[in-house]
């Protein structure tokens, strides 16, 4: 098993058994409901934005491993970013569990990076990428999010 590998599973399992930023931010200004049809995942992402920073950020829900690892770390890495930036490193998240960006090129994705190899997974693609449709939806104060058709809010990067 190659190294990236290791660190994918044992992030994975870490972020699952304790997940970062689980709850709810009380009095939180934007908010949205993300679900997978597909495979039944699904959360609930509050955020509190003053501007265009978003301030705080926390998640709940029900998913698979991948979906709860990837909310997790994604309101570890958003949170104190500016919209514009949020939005660049969600096309960029996306591109990457697609196989769509180069990975050689400059992908400033940090320890995000562990999520590389879900490209080839098909069937988990969509499970990492909820909690980053969520946030879209959140930011953009649309109420609900999913992971299929039409309804997908991220632009290949």
């Known amino acids: 098993m190659s190294d ?44 509190d934005m003053e501007d265009d920073l978003i301030r705080a950020v926390a998640f709940e829900g029900e998913g698979c491993a991948i979906c709860k690892a990837s909310a997790s770390m994604m309101t570890g890495v958003v949170k104190g970013l500016k919209v514009r930036e949020a939005e660049d490193l969600a096309s960029r998240f996306r591109g990457m569990t697609t196989g769509t960006l180069d990975m050689k090129d400059e992908h400033r994705l940090g320890r995000l990076r562990v999520f590389e190899g879900v490209k080839d997974l098909p069937s988990r693609v969509k499970c990492a990428i909820l909690p980053w449709h969520t946030l879209l939806a959140a930011i953009h104060s649309v109420q609900a999010a999913s992971s299929e058709g039409k309804d997908d809010p991220i632009q290949e990067a």
């Open 4 to 47: 990236m590998r290791m660190m994918y599973q044992e992030v994975i399992l870490d972020h699952n058994r304790k997940p970062r930023n689980y709850g709810r931010i009380e009095g939180a200004n934007h908010h949205a409901d993300g679900h997978n049809p597909l495979c039944g995942d699904s959360i609930h992402l509050t955020m």
